[in-house]
């Protein structure tokens, strides 16, 4: 079974700094890598995908990606409190069913003014 | 604009009814997902279809039934064999999976289904 974990907090950090959010998977085999946001009510957002090791920018978010630990983390810069909501990793495979998307339960962050 | 439109967004069930929710998308993806997302949970897959008149059970496919006879199409029944139904009921779709696996999905805005 293809698993995605993630702490599911919440993770609390304050106005302007860093937070840091981070997910494990355990098929070796994944390809790419997905961070959405979810606020509360409302439907997945895509913000970040990472298919190479190394780290993607992409304005205040950098998205980490370590295969041979097989690590994918997400950071947010400059926290603002509408960054407050779920996070949810998911991982996507190679062809046929293996590239559905598996998603983690999320980490729900809280950003506070 | 492109997109995936799910309708009704809220929609209220009887016990032993069947209701069906609709999801639509002009987004000329190949793949369609319903996701079930129950509070302070993960998605879990209910039905997946990778190609037009092609579907696939999830993970939690009991009491639920799709059908895919329109590529822009990809509707969820509830049936009364699902005993517990109450959730937010999300669709996505995607380009494919064999072709490109650096697509994400593109989800609906949801439906919140609650039994009365």
């Known amino acids: 079974q293809k698993e995605v974990e993630q702490n599911s907090g919440p993770l609390s950090v304050p106005e302007g700094a860093i937070a840091s959010l981070n997910c494990t998977y355990s098929d070796r085999g994944s390809q790419s890598f997905f961070w959405y946001r979810q606020y509360s009510g409302k439907s997945p957002e895509l913000i970040m995908f990472i298919y190479s090791n190394g780290d993607k920018e992409d304005g205040r978010f950098t998205a980490q990606l370590n295969k041979a630990s097989q690590y994918v983390s997400l950071l947010i810069r400059d926290s603002q409190p509408s960054d407050s909501a779920t996070y949810l990793c998911?991982?996507?495979?190679?062809?046929?069913?293996?590239?559905?998307?598996?998603f983690g339960k999320g980490t729900k962050l809280s950003v506070k003014p | 604009d492109g997109g995936i439109t799910q309708s009704p967004k809220y929609l209220f069930r009887k016990e032993g009814q069947n209701v069906t929710l609709s999801c639509e998308q002009n987004?000329?993806?190949?793949?369609m997902y319903w996701y079930r997302q129950d509070p302070g949970q993960g998605l879990r897959l209910i039905y997946y279809?990778?190609?037009?008149?092609?579907?696939q059970k999830g993970d939690i496919a009991e009491g639920y039934s799709v059908s895919r006879e329109k590529k822009e199409s990809f509707p969820l029944t509830v049936t009364s064999a699902q005993k517990n139904p109450t959730a937010f009921y999300l669709c996505?779709?995607?380009?494919?999976?064999?072709?490109?696996?650096?697509?994400?999905?593109?989800f609906g805005s949801g439906t919140r289904l609650t039994v009365v």
């Open positions: 996505a779709s995607s380009i494919g999976n064999v072709r490109q696996t650096n697509y994400g999905y593109t």
């Open positions: 987004l000329n993806h190949d793949a």
């Open positions: 998911a991982v996507r495979g190679y062809g046929g069913s293996q590239g559905n998307l598996i």
């Open positions: 279809s990778q190609i037009v008149n092609d579907f």
